[in-house]
Every structure is written in C-alpha cells, then in structure tokens.
C-alpha cells in the first residue's frame, strides 16, 4: 500500500552548507525515534553528527571506501562492508538513494530480511536520481509505504513493516564471468553497484 503526506514542514526549515538529501533527512529528523538510528551511504557531511544531538545514536554504514574514510575521519562511527548487517536492531534505518536499480533492490532485500518488525526504513534521495519512483520498488518488501516530504529537488520515503519475499542470499545477487588474460583463466565475480556489473550486457 502506498499513500502519500502532503505536510509542508515548514516550521523546519532546510538546514544550509549541506547535501540536498541531507538537509531533507535533518528537516524530517523530528519523525525520527530515539534510540539507534543507522545511516547507510550516506553523503560527505555532517549530517551524521546533526542526527546525534539529543538521545539518538547514530551508526553509518558505506559501501563505498572514499565516503567512509571521509566520514570515519571526521567522526562517524563508521563501518565499510558489502551489506549492513543490522546487529544492533535499529529503530529507524535511513537508507540513501543509490544511483543503480539492481543495487537499490539487493539493498532493500538485504534490510528487510534483518530489521525488526517495528523498525522503520527512510528511503531518501534526489528526484533526478529516481526517488519519486522507487516508492513501487519498496512495495515487494514492505507492507506500507508512505511519501513523507519533498523539498529541494529531493524526496523522503518511509516503509514500515517488512516483510521481504524469501530471506536474503548474497549469493544471489553475484555474477561471474571468465576472463582470459596472457594465457590464463580468471574468474570475475561482482555484485550490482559495481562498476561495469556484469560487462558482457554493454557488449
């Protein structure tokens, strides 16, 4: 089920010197829970540490090294890995956009297969980039699906109640392919968000 919320939050105003998701996550962040708030991919910058400010702790997980020496650097408890696996059951999980379909769905998969069943996951990210679409991909794995706001080119979704088809494989998610090089057989494995995922497609 998909709904949407037309509240125009103004008494929030976007937080400036920020990513554009950013300060669309910090205007919301009054929705947020207190207790354990997990970041994944998130962007270079503070919001990470605007989201601590009262009784909420803040994880963030990146799937991409730069970002999360960036962020580690300047504070973060940060954790670089292929899939967050969610140890700590966290309340309120905010997952950024990903510029692949195929590495969004995995994700998804991957979150909804070990969040609790109270949690709740925000899916934010720029409207250039497909968020306004994407409410239709949270569906396969979560029971209600809501818009909460749109500001600055970008838009925030939330999902309650996951309930993934089957439990997650990543196993699933990979592709392999051979490559001969100076006489020699490789085997080439890679997950979606990759670059170059699955090259003999471009082919």
Not at 19 to 26: D, G, K, M, P, T
Not at 100 to 126: C, F, K, Q, T, Y
Request: proline share 7%; charged share 20%.
């Amino acid at each position: 089920m998909i709904t949407t919320c037309s509240a125009a939050w103004l008494l929030n105003p976007l937080v400036p010197e920020m990513e554009r998701v950013s300060q669309l996550i910090l205007r919301n962040q009054e929705l947020f829970r207190t207790g354990q708030i997990q970041l994944i991919n998130p962007p270079r910058d503070t919001c990470f540490a605007k989201l601590t400010e009262g009784d909420r702790k803040v994880s963030v997980f990146s799937q991409d090294f730069g970002d999360y020496s960036w962020l580690k650097s300047s504070g973060a408890n940060a954790e670089l890995g292929l899939i967050p696996a969610l140890a700590s059951k966290p309340q309120d999980v905010v997952l950024i956009l990903p510029r692949e379909r195929a590495r969004l769905d995995m994700l998804l998969h991957a979150l909804a297969s070990s969040m609790a069943p109270e949690s709740v996951l925000w899916l934010a990210g720029e409207n250039r980039s497909g968020i306004k679409s994407s409410a239709k991909r949270l569906s396969p794995y979560f029971q209600s699906v809501s818009r909460v706001d749109n500001a600055r080119h970008c838009t925030l979704l939330k999902a309650c109640n996951p309930s993934p088809p089957d439990q997650f494989d990543l196993e699933s998610y990979k592709t392999s392919w051979q490559l001969a090089l100076s006489g020699k057989e490789f085997t080439i494995i890679s997950l979606p968000g990759t670059f170059a995922h699955a090259p003999w497609r471009y082919l």
